[in-house]
């Protein structure tokens, strides 16, 4: 299958994907195979860069600075709503190659995607799985799911079943799948997903953890526990439908009108650490969201300490219930408002941070049940955390220095 013909050279094409690949994004013959065999800039017709920054295809094609746009590794927002709040975008290259990798896909196997996008990762599987007839994407808006079956069509993967639905509900019509995905950020697993895959399926999805979405790669074990590890870190806008629902976070944003902190506390030592060996940035002010790997590390376990954690444009850290007292973390330190207590709150969460090894976040194991389900006998110690959702618990276990050194 390829791609129709157009402006778009085989250098531009080809530049995008050595990109990846020389990101280590790219690691499969497959998915390389594809990427350079499903042109984006056909699953694209209109998008922003930033608030005000539009641009849209005209009767000649994309002009030379949109094209390079579109083939950057960048998100492409593609709908928004009256207020200029995005609803829909194409995501960024990086995080669609991490998945799609993340997702082991070969020839033959049937894929359900819940979130259909602008269609592009849709084509992209359905290069790699050799059939897009293979292939069933979802989607709640009925208007991106037409805009989506036309581009498919365009690029020619028509063949692709595009469904219009809450995607929370899976598509039994089609079942059973080897491989689930979502595509956007889910408050909670659905357990249709789990009942429509085969008995060795994977299910790969972006679990809300604190306002961002570590991506959870699960498989069915015997016992019917969902099982798995954490393979990257992703920020989707949130489902809509049955799973619209809030997580156990807070997710209050400081209430501080603006005013400086009351005091600002040194960065803990390993996140200071990782920053001095980051690349250093012009603009701490613009650029504080763009942070060392560690930094994520910690705010995916300062999650699982504080349900008052939180992550935005104010920082990282813990804000209090009624948002008047807030330890965030910026480059330039810990900012603080409203007494010290919840600093010393963070503190006391990266010590047991630190005695635990500092885990990275592809040292967690997790274990999905559906609510109510026994936990496994070792939630209480220390390494243990149990996330309690609308559907189900997640077991949240980090690996021990052993564990690790035996790798």
Avoid at 205 to 215: A, E, F, K, Q
Avoid at 301 to 325: K, Q, T
Avoid at 330 to 354: K, P, Q
Wanted: glycine share 12%; with cysteine; net charge negative.
């Amino acid at each position: 299958m390829e791609g129709i013909g157009g402006v778009v050279g085989d250098g531009v094409i080809g530049s995008y994907v050595d990109g990846l690949v020389g990101r280590g994004v790219v690691r499969s013959a497959g998915v390389e195979r594809a990427f350079r065999a499903v042109r984006r800039d056909l699953f694209v017709e209109r998008f922003w860069v930033g608030r005000d920054s539009a641009y849209e295809v005209g009767a000649d094609g994309w002009s030379a600075e949109a094209l390079g746009l579109v083939y950057a590794d960048e998100a492409l927002i593609t709908r928004r709503d009256a207020d200029g709040s995005p609803m829909s975008s194409a995501s960024q290259p990086s995080v669609v190659a991490m998945m799609l990798e993340a997702l082991d896909l070969e020839p033959g196997m049937r894929v359900l995607e819940i979130g259909a996008g602008t269609g592009y990762n849709a084509a992209l599987m359905a290069e790699v799985v050799g059939d897009p007839r293979l292939v069933t994407t979802i989607d709640i808006d009925p208007d991106v799911v037409a805009q989506t079956r036309g581009l498919l069509a365009r690029a020619g993967y028509g063949a692709v079943e595009v469904i219009c639905g809450d995607g929370a509900l899976g598509h039994a019509a089609s079942a059973p799948f080897d491989r689930v995905v979502a595509t956007v950020g889910c408050s909670d697993i659905s357990w249709d997903w789990v009942e429509q895959m085969h008995p060795d399926g994977l299910l790969l999805v972006p679990l809300d953890h604190g306002g961002s979405h570590p991506l959870v790669k699960l498989r069915l074990g015997a016992t019917g526990r969902m099982t798995g590890r954490i393979v990257g870190w992703t920020g989707f806008m949130r489902m809509r439908g049955d799973l619209e629902t809030s997580g156990p976070w807070a997710l209050r944003p400081p209430d501080v009108d603006g005013r400086a902190p009351d005091a600002v506390r040194p960065l803990f030592p390993a996140l200071e650490r990782a920053l001095a060996d980051s690349s250093p940035v012009t603009d701490t002010e613009a650029e504080w969201w763009r942070m060392p790997s560690a930094w994520y590390d910690f705010h995916f376990f300062a999650c699982l300490c504080d349900r008052r954690a939180y992550r935005g444009p104010e920082g990282l850290g813990l804000v209090d219930d009624d948002g008047a007292s807030a330890a965030l973390i910026r480059r330039d330190g810990v900012r603080v408002w409203g007494g010290s207590g919840l600093y010393e709150e963070l503190e006391t969460a990266y010590g047991r941070w630190e005695r635990l090894g500092a885990p990275e976040l592809s040292l967690w194991e997790v274990e999905v049940v559906p609510r109510g389900a026994q936990s496994p006998e070792f939630v209480g110690s220390e390494e243990v955390f149990v996330v309690e959702r609308g559907r189900s618990r997640q077991v949240v276990k980090a690996r021990g220095r052993a564990e690790r050194a035996a790798e």
